[in-house]
């Protein structure tokens, strides 16, 4: 199925009175991985694609939840709501969970998804699938709560329904960006200012490795175990209120207080990676290109080599990617394992770039490699006729 064939059945069924439809993007993140969840800072943007939700309000009790993408119908029953079903549904429905804890009363629905997210890039689909609904729901039943609750609560639900201890960029992202625009964004004060997302003659093309990312789950929560560790350690000379807080000019002495070889590593990530988010987006501002896209290139071998979330193949794409003429910056994006890479390539060297990049990728994974220019018009919001 298409957006426009799934929009075309389902728009005309909308009534606003127990018909509804919505949206919310996924994200790319420019710059900044595996620094939300620190309290430190991010640079995403929300993207065109994302996920849109048809709700239908039932008389009776149960949810009935549909897949358009899997082709997939599942019914919750009311004993059932509670639990983790460890399948799909426990997105949105771990968000129903969170959402009757601030007082939403339990009501019947049917409730079909459609996202035009590439599956398992690292886009965001999980957490625009979240967004959707808590929107979806603050909308319909009037429940008052404001975009940063229904971003907080998306979080809670993945946190604790789901099983991933991600941060806030994701979910914040999709409640707040407005279209053309990155957030700049600081996960501890959970405030933001925006910063326009273009670069003159120059677009950002995402590649999809397509490789599986079973093990997304596990390392991310794994990474994040390890940075508690490495705020034990900090903290047994001096409290640290969060890493997040620390700058690269701490790199040093820090580096004489944590011993050990593989948390230094993961703590001169997250140091690094934070100034280098401060930087992208004053470099954005003021249209350097090729200073920012030394960056994404630095940030990726951070990613890679201190912080170990890439893979081969999303190394290969970089170095492929290194190669061709017009291209500025390239590095993985999200939380890696897998997913895209984020390019930034002359807007008259994108074609050639899709040509070589999949060519090549195919000579030395094996793999096809899927190639699509970012736009960034996509905002959370209801779809009315
Ligand atoms: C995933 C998580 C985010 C963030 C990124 C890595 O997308 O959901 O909270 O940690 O990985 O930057």
């Known amino acids: 199925m ?157 946190n604790d329904f789901v099983g991933v201890q991600c941060g806030i960029m994701d979910q914040y992202t999709i409640a707040f960006a407005r279209p053309e625009h990155a957030l700049m964004l600081d996960c501890h004060a959970l405030e933001h200012r925006e910063v326009p997302v273009s670069l ?29 560790e490495v705020r034990k350690v900090i903290n047994t000379f001096f409290e640290v209120p969060y890493l997040g807080s620390l700058t690269g000019e701490d790199n040093e002495w820090l580096d004489k207080l944590v011993e050990d070889p593989l948390l230094k590593k993961r703590l001169r990530h997250v140091v690094n990676e934070n100034t280098r988010v401060s930087l992208a987006a004053e470099l954005l501002e003021q249209q350097k290109t090729e200073l920012f896209g030394k960056l994404m290139y630095d940030s990726h071998d951070s990613l890679a080599y201190d912080f ?33 890479t984020l390019n930034l390539v002359k807007t008259d060297a994108v074609a050639g770039f899709q040509r070589k990049v999949m060519m090549d990728y195919k000579k030395e994974t094996g793999l096809e490699a899927s190639v699509f220019p970012l736009s960034f018009k996509g905002e959370i919001r209801e779809i009315t006729n």
């Open 308 to 340: 170990e979330v890439s893979c081969r193949e999303l190394d290969v794409l970089v170095k492929l990617a290194s190669q061709v003429e017009g291209v500025a910056g390239a590095r993985m994006t999200g939380a890696g394992f897998g997913g895209c």
């Open 200 to 228: 003159d003659g120059y677009q950002f093309v995402a590649v999809n490795s397509n490789v599986d990312r079973a093990l997304v789950s596990s390392g991310y929560n794994q990474r994040v175990k390890e940075l508690h």
């Open 2 to 158: 298409k957006t426009a064939q799934f929009l075309s059945k389902y728009k005309k069924q909308t009534n606003g009175s127990d018909r509804f439809l919505f949206f919310a993007p996924g994200r790319v993140n420019l710059m900044g991985d595996h620094t939300d969840y620190t309290g430190g800072y991010v640079l995403p943007a929300a993207i065109s694609s994302g996920t849109f939700l048809f709700v239908r309000l039932l008389p009776q009790d149960e949810i009935r939840l549909t897949s358009e993408n899997l082709g997939e119908h599942k019914t919750i029953s009311p004993e059932a709501f509670s639990k983790r079903q460890n399948s799909w549904t426990d997105y949105p429905v771990g968000v129903l969970n969170e959402l009757e804890k601030r007082g939403w009363k339990k009501q019947g629905m049917e409730l079909v998804y459609f996202g035009d997210i590439p599956m398992n890039a690292g886009l965001s689909g999980s957490a625009s699938m979240e967004m959707v609904t808590a929107f979806a729901m603050n909308t319909i039943f009037e429940l008052g709560i404001s975009a940063k609750e229904l971003a907080l609560l998306s979080q809670k639900a993945e």
